[in-house]
C-alpha cells in the first residue's frame, strides 16, 4: 500500500468515552456534552445499549468495543461473532441512527502485564467480526481495527530507529497488520508519553510535556526529537517498517496526560500536554521519520474521570478526564476550532449537598483501621503521594476516605457509620484543590466492579500514608 497525500487524507479529533464509574453522568448527558463541545467521534470500550442509544441520531462517529473477556469464545466460533453483531450493530445500524464506524478487538489485548491471556485470540475473533459483518452486509459500512498497547513496541536503546515489535507477540502483530491491510483498516494504536516519563528515568517532564524551549532533544543518527511523542510514534513507525507493513494508516486511539494519582499528574500539566498534542496534529508537523504525513485520526483520553478503573498501572488511571467525573471542564482546550473553551455539562443532578466526616470528638484510636476498610470500597486515589488530597492532616484524610465510601453507597446513613466515627455534615469539607465529592444520582446502575488487584495497591498506599501521619 501507498500512502495517500496529505490533501487526500481525513483528519479528526475524537475522545473515549469509558463508563467505569459508580454514579456515571447519564448517557444523555454525555452526549448533550459532546455535542456542545463539538466533539464528532467517540471511542467507547464496550457496546453499552443505553450509551449507543443515546448516541443515535447525534451525527457523532462511533467505534465499539469487543470486551477482552469475550476474545476467546470470538475466536473459536462464528456463531458467537454473529451473534455479538446482532446483537451489538445491526440494530443500532439498520435503522441509520446511530453511526458505528469501528469495531475494537479487545480493549489493549497485547498489554505487557496481561501475559499471554489475550493476545492469542484476537486474529480469530477479528476475523470471525469481520465474517459476521460480511453475513449481515454491513462491512463496508464497519472497519474491525485491533487496539495496540504502547508498551507493545519499543526499542532498547531508545532510539526511535531501533524499534521493533515485542518478541513474545511479533508474529501475532504480523498476523494482525496482514488482517488490516486485506480490510483496509487503519492500525489503531495507543500512545502514552505519561507512562513513558512515570516509567522511564531518561525522559525528562519538559519533553513529555512539548516544552521544546527548555527539553533536551533526543538525537538519533542525523534526526532530533524534541519531544516524546515524537520519539514513541518513529519508534512505531520502525517497528511496522521492520515488519513489512511502513505505509499503513494510523489511528491514535489513546493520548492523554491523567490530573491526580501520581506526582506530576496535574491539571496545569495535563493541559499543556493536551495543547501540545492537539497544536502538533493541526499544524501537521509530522515526525521526522513521516514529516509530511499525519495519524488519520487522534482520539484524546479521556472525557470523564471514572472512579472504578483498574489502578493496577497507578493511582492516576482513574483521572484521565478532561471533565471531571460530573462533567465539569478541568481546563481549557479547543476540541474544534471553532469553541474556544470548554462547556460545562448542564444541569447535573445530584445527591444532597451532604457529607461524611469523622467525629474527632469521639477515641479515635480506630480511625486510621475504619478509613483504610472504607478505601477498599471506595475510591481514594487522590490521597496517594503528589496527588491532589496528599497534604490532608490527619484525621481530614480519615474524612476523605469515609466521604469517598459514604458517597459511593448512595449516602445511605449507615454508610457513614464506622464504628460510630462517623458524622454527616452539610459543611463542605474540601479544602484547596481536594476536592470532598457529592456523587451523581446514576441514571444507569453499574456494578460495583473492584478488581482484586487493586486492594493490594490501594492498601499499601495508604497504609504507609496513613501510618506515617499518625
Known amino acids: 500500500t501507498v500512502l495517500r497525500p496529505e490533501a487526500d487524507r481525513v483528519q479528526s479529533i475524537g475522545v473515549n468515552w469509558g463508563t467505569s464509574a459508580s454514579h ?3 448517557p444523555s448527558k454525555v452526549v448533550e456534552l459532546l455535542k456542545l463541545n463539538k466533539i464528532t467521534k467517540v471511542k467507547l470500550f464496550d457496546s453499552n445499549p443505553q450509551v449507543l442509544e443515546a448516541l443515535s441520531n447525534s451525527v457523532i462517529d462511533v467505534t465499539v468495543g469487543v470486551p477482552n473477556s469475550m476474545l476467546r469464545s470470538l475466536n473459536t466460533s462464528v456463531k458467537a461473532a454473529e451473534s455479538w453483531v446482532h446483537d451489538n450493530l445491526t440494530r443500532y445500524l439498520t435503522t441509520g441512527r446511530t453511526r458505528i464506524e469501528y469495531i475494537t478487538i479487545g480493549d489493549e489485548p497485547f498489554l505487557q502485564s ?29 472497519k474491525v481495527v485491533i487496539p495496540c498497547s504502547f508498551d ?17 507477540i511479533n508474529k ?35 519533553f513529555a510535556l512539548f516544552k521544546e524551549e527548555t527539553a533536551r532533544p533526543h538525537n538519533d543518527t542525523h534526526r532530533s526529537y524534541k519531544n516524546s511523542f515524537e ?39 495535563a493541559e499543556i500536554f493536551i495543547k501540545g498534542i492537539l497544536d502538533h496534529f493541526r499544524n501537521r508537523k509530522g515526525t521526522p521519520l513521516r514529516p509530511r504525513v499525519m495519524p488519520v485520526e487522534i482520539y484524546i483520553h479521556a472525557l470523564l474521570d471514572e472512579d472504578q478503573r483498574n489502578i493496577t498501572a497507578g493511582n492516576f488511571e482513574r483521572h484521565w478526564g478532561v471533565f471531571t467525573f460530573d462533567g465539569q471542564a478541568k481546563y481549557q482546550v479547543d476540541f474544534s476550532q471553532s469553541t474556544k473553551s470548554l462547556v460545562n455539562a448542564q444541569s447535573v443532578e445530584y445527591f444532597a449537598s451532604r457529607w461524611c466526616v469523622v467525629n474527632n470528638n469521639l477515641d479515635m484510636s480506630n480511625a486510621t483501621a475504619h478509613a483504610m476498610e472504607a478505601c477498599t470500597n471506595a475510591d481514594c486515589t487522590a490521597l496517594s503521594p503528589g496527588s491532589s488530597c496528599f497534604n490532608l492532616s490527619w484525621p481530614g484524610n ?47 446502575s453499574v456494578s460495583l466492579r473492584w478488581s482484586k488487584f487493586d486492594y493490594p495497591l490501594i492498601l499499601i498506599v495508604l497504609a504507609v500514608w496513613l501510618l506515617d501521619r499518625l
Not at 153 to 168: A, N, Y
Not at 201 to 206: A, E, G, Q, T
Open 231 to 269: 520519539l514513541s510514534y518513529d519508534t512505531l513507525i520502525t517497528a511496522l517498517t521492520v515488519a513489512g507493513f511502513p505505509n499503513i494508516d494510523i489511528v491514535i486511539s489513546q493520548i492523554g496526560w491523567p490530573t491526580d494519582g501520581a506526582p506530576n499528574a496535574t491539571v496545569s500539566n
Open 152 to 168: 507493545a513496541f519499543g526499542s532498547e536503546s531508545g532510539q526511535p530507529s531501533k524499534g521493533h515489535f515485542r518478541p513474545d
Open 24 to 26: 456515571p453522568l447519564p
Open 114 to 142: 496481561y501475559g499471554s491471556r489475550f493476545y492469542p485470540f484476537v486474529v480469530g475473533a477479528a476475523i470471525n467480526i469481520e465474517a459476521a459483518l460480511m453475513r449481515a452486509k454491513l462491512s463496508k459500512k464497519v
Open 398 to 444: 480519615v474524612s476523605y476516605a469515609f466521604n469517598s465510601y459514604y458517597q459511593q453507597h448512595d449516602q445511605r446513613a449507615d454508610s457513614c457509620d464506622f464504628g460510630g466515627l462517623g458524622m454527616i455534615t452539610t459543611v463542605d469539607p474540601s479544602v484547596g484543590n481536594c476536592r470532598f465529592n457529592v456523587e451523581l444520582k446514576a441514571s444507569f
Open 172 to 206: 501475532t502483530m504480523i498476523q494482525v497488520l496482514n488482517f488490516l491491510t486485506k480490510t483496509r483498516s487503519p492500525f489503531f494504536v495507543n500512545i502514552s508519553p505519561f507512562l513513558s516519563y512515570y516509567q522511564n528515568k531518561n525522559i525528562s517532564l519538559d
